[in-house]
């Protein structure tokens, strides 16, 4: 398959990547890869936007507020769902709902709010579906100063899709995720060839203000795989992962940090194989005798007020 040229760069600010309908808005053709999309959603009260997914499954996940999702099949088939999503993304694990390619959705909103349409270019059209957030599987990461929490919410363990794989992670203030650095950008026998979109939000801590900011690394892995990143994140930034060791991503003091991350490849199994820096890979080690950072899990199925 012959990509064209991205005409996007890895790192792309809040606001840079929006078409009106939504305020992020990556895709394969833009992206300058073969699978793995994201777009956000932004609605007003009583809003409401009705889109085709195309070639693309992709989920409906509330980042802020809840929805009612319509999907319409190409033979008329309609499905609902009333999902309930947060008041953010560091108050709950959300519900989400599912829609395969082939279809026109409406996502509408009666007090309005932000929603992530992770997605992937897929060649099964499995059906529309809802996933609540009791069935997301919560996974602590880790340990000390490297311990986080992922929201499996679409994994192969989790739930079925054809090429999308996408979780969250949140990790506490201070900590280091995504560690030791790794990657996934060729096809072998212990790693999967995986293109990914890190989108970014931070909790503004008790100053209540949108100052937070995280740091995320992306660095090249091999000829022909050139890239470095080292970069400031704030809420609503996003940072492409053509290739590259990318890790870790940064908590800053007095800041949680949390990414969604989507991923998907060429894999007819929706494989997640992933290689370790050598460099660094003997940190995992250190690890053996660690708590987990007894701040965590930082959200569970229950809102916080």
Not at 35 to 50: C, D, F, H, N
Request: charged share 25%.
């Amino acid at each position: 398959m012959t990509r064209a040229p991205s005409t996007l760069p890895p790192v792309i600010r809040r606001g840079e990547a929006g078409d009106g309908t939504f305020s992020l808005v990556i895709t394969p053709e833009n992206a300058g890869w073969d699978y793995s999309s994201m777009r956000i959603l932004e609605l007003p009260a009583g809003g409401s936007a009705t889109f085709p997914t195309g070639e693309d499954e992709m989920c409906v996940l509330p980042l802020q507020g809840g929805c009612v999702v319509e999907c319409v099949d190409a033979d008329g088939t309609t499905n609902r769902f009333e999902v309930t999503g947060r008041s953010g993304v560091f108050t709950r694990v959300t519900d989400f709902a599912y829609v395969p390619r082939d279809a026109e959705v409406t996502v509408s909103s009666t007090a309005g709010g932000r929603f992530a349409l992770p997605a992937a270019r897929a060649t099964r059209r499995l059906p529309a579906r809802y996933g609540p957030a009791e069935g997301v599987q919560v996974e602590l990461r880790g340990a000390g100063q490297a311990s986080r929490q992922v929201n499996n919410f679409c994994t192969p363990a989790t739930f079925e899709a054809d090429k999308m794989m996408a979780v969250e992670v949140l990790t506490p203030s201070s900590n280091w995720s995504s560690f030791p650095p790794h990657k996934h950008d060729e096809e072998r026998e212990d790693e999967s060839k995986l293109e990914e979109v890190y989108y970014f939000e931070v909790d503004p801590g008790s100053s209540g203000q949108e100052s937070g900011v995280g740091y995320q690394r992306v660095y090249t892995s091999g000829p022909g795989r050139e890239i470095d990143v080292c970069t400031e994140v704030r809420t609503g930034d996003t940072v492409l992962v053509p290739h590259g060791w990318h890790g870790p991503s940064m908590a800053a003091p007095g800041y949680h940090l949390y990414y969604l991350n989507v991923m998907a490849g060429p894999s007819p199994d929706r494989t997640w194989l992933i290689c370790d820096d050598p460099a660094h890979a003997w940190v995992r080690g250190t690890w053996d005798g660690q708590e987990i950072d007894p701040r965590l899990p930082l959200t569970s199925t229950e809102e916080k007020t």
